[in-house]
T-cell receptor, first 113, second 112 residues
Framework: QKEVEQDPGPLSVPEGAIVSLNCTYS??????FMWYRQYSRKGPELLMY????GNKEDGRFTAQVDKSSKYISLFIRDSQPSDSATYLC?????????????FGPGTRLSVLP | SAVISQKPSRDICQRGTSLTIQCQVD?????MFWYRQQPGQSLTLIAT?????????ESGFVIDKFPISRPNLTFSTLTVSNMSPEDSSIYLC?????????FGEGSWLTVV
């Protein structure tokens, strides 16, 4: 089993739809959870960062973490064509030399006008 | 969050040549990280660069192929040596901050 698995996509939705992006993980040592947005041939941009289980909201974006189920989600409300990108989940745990980061393979999202 | 600048942003390279990517951070950081992202793939850590010491390479990456310099707390370079088409990737410089990680814009290399 891979350490982090992510819905493979690609995902196409109409403008205004609610989007749900999901990741599962196997390592219970992960403490910090992140979502990145990556436009084509650009570096990943940090969207959301959470610690521990629960929800965190920022504008149209909501990050949800369920540590008991080892499951995280990113919800996008009122999706816009500008949200079309690849979304990467990431998580980290504390190692001997600092944080160890693991990234999901990404889900490509297209929001159609 | 840190502002991370990379140069070049993109380049087309001949096989067998080498290219050096520069990374500048707007604040002093202890560790800088270099990642590779091959087409359609996720991020793979190449090495961790600490100022004043040799870089630590991940399994599958060697110093002869990817030499790294870290002359001060705000700057690092990654060289991709003796390039082949398999080296066509986005190369990303990153720094840690507040239990998360920030990336530069990336350097998109195509080897022909």
């Amino acid at each position: 089993q891979k350490e982090v698995e992510q819905d493979p996509g690609p995902l196409s939705v109409p403008e205004g739809a609610i989007v749900s992006l999901n990741c599962t993980y196997s390592n219970s040592a992960f403490q910090y959870f992140m979502w990145y947005r990556q436009y084509s041939r650009k570096g990943p941009e940090l969207l959301m960062y959470t610690y521990s289980s629960g929800n965190k909201e920022d504008g149209r974006f909501t990050a949800q973490v369920d540590k008991s189920s080892k499951y995280i989600s990113l919800f996008i409300r009122d999706s816009q064509p500008s949200d079309s990108a690849t979304y990467l989940c990431a998580m980290s745990s504390t190692g001997n030399y600092g944080q160890n980061f693991v990234f999901g393979p990404g889900t490509r999202l297209s929001v159609l006008p | 969050s840190a502002v991370i600048s990379q140069k070049p942003s993109r380049d087309i390279c001949q096989r067998g040549t080498s290219l050096t990517i520069q990374c500048q951070v707007d604040s002093q950081v202890t560790m800088m990280f270099w990642y590779r992202q091959q087409p359609g793939q996720s991020l793979t850590l190449i090495a961790t660069a600490n100022q004043g010491s040799e870089a630590t390479y991940e399994s599958g990456f060697v110093i002869d192929k990817f030499p790294i310099s870290r002359p001060n707390l705000t700057f690092s370079t990654l060289t991709v040596s003796n390039m082949s088409p398999e080296d066509s990737s986005i190369y990303l410089c990153s720094v840690e901050g507040g239990n998360t990680i920030y990336f530069g814009e990336g350097s998109w290399l195509t080897v022909v």
